[in-house]
């Protein structure tokens, strides 16, 4: 089965992202760094860490990876919300010349 990883980004919308993403990223850093192929840093390190304990693929994601990297991936599960309300009486407020 497939598992996936939620964020909420700050204007409240949700993203999904496969996890696999983020387990190939990490694979790929330690088949480098230790001299193994991709696939047997995946099989043998990696997805036991990422089953066996779900923070670790949080863990890798927020601290070794950006944005950009999962974005062609992720999917918006959720659109965001803004609160027009909230940004006109509390917004910065400038003044310009017409």
């Given amino acids: 089965m497939k598992k996936f990883m939620n964020v909420t980004m700050p204007d409240n919308s949700v993203w ?6 983020i ?3 990490s694979a790929a850093y330690y088949a480098k760094e230790h001299g193994i192929t991709l696939e047997e840093s995946l099989e043998k390190y990696t997805l036991p860490l990422f089953q066996s ?3 670790e693929i949080e863990d890798w994601a927020e601290n070794n990876m950006n944005w950009s990297d999962v974005l062609p991936h992720a999917t918006m599960i959720r659109a965001g919300e803004v609160d027009y309300d909230d940004g006109w009486a509390n917004g910065e407020k400038t003044f310009i010349e017409a």
């Fill in 16 to 21: 999904q992202v496969p996890t696999d993403v």
């Fill in 23 to 25: 387990a190939n990223n």
């Fill in 53 to 55: 304990d779900p923070y």
